[in-house]
């Protein structure tokens, strides 16, 4: 993703592939420096913000990154650890998935 945009990625959670009801879940977002940092760079859910889900029933969910979480990142190319993770309505947590976020400075921006 471009330092300093809006970012808005759409997660499908499936079980066996088909939809898993949100409805009575907890949807967390987390990307940090490295997977030791107690605090996270960025932090969304669905009861703080920054998790949507417009549907439950069909298990899509849109993780929304305002631009303010990026734009005063230190470095021009900064690569977070991130993870996403669902607790169920008997509050088991599941790790949905995992991986490198890229953020990358955008060439009509000044790099701090």
Request: include cysteine; hydrophobic fraction near 40%; charge should be negative.
């Amino acid at each position: 993703m471009i330092r300093g945009d809006d970012q808005t990625f759409v997660a499908t959670v499936t079980l066996a592939g088909s939809p898993v009801n949100l409805a009575l879940t907890t949807m967390v977002f987390n990307a940090r420096w490295n997977q030791d940092d107690r605090t996270a760079v960025i932090s969304l859910s669905t009861t703080t913000g920054g998790i949507v889900v417009p549907n439950p029933s069909i298990g899509v969910a849109n993780i929304i990154i305002p631009s303010a979480m990026t734009e005063a990142l230190p470095s021009p190319e900064a690569k977070l650890q991130w993870n996403c993770t669902l607790k169920d309505s008997t509050g088991l947590i599941h790790t949905l998935d995992s991986g490198i976020l890229t953020i990358t400075a955008s060439s009509t921006r000044t790099v701090a």
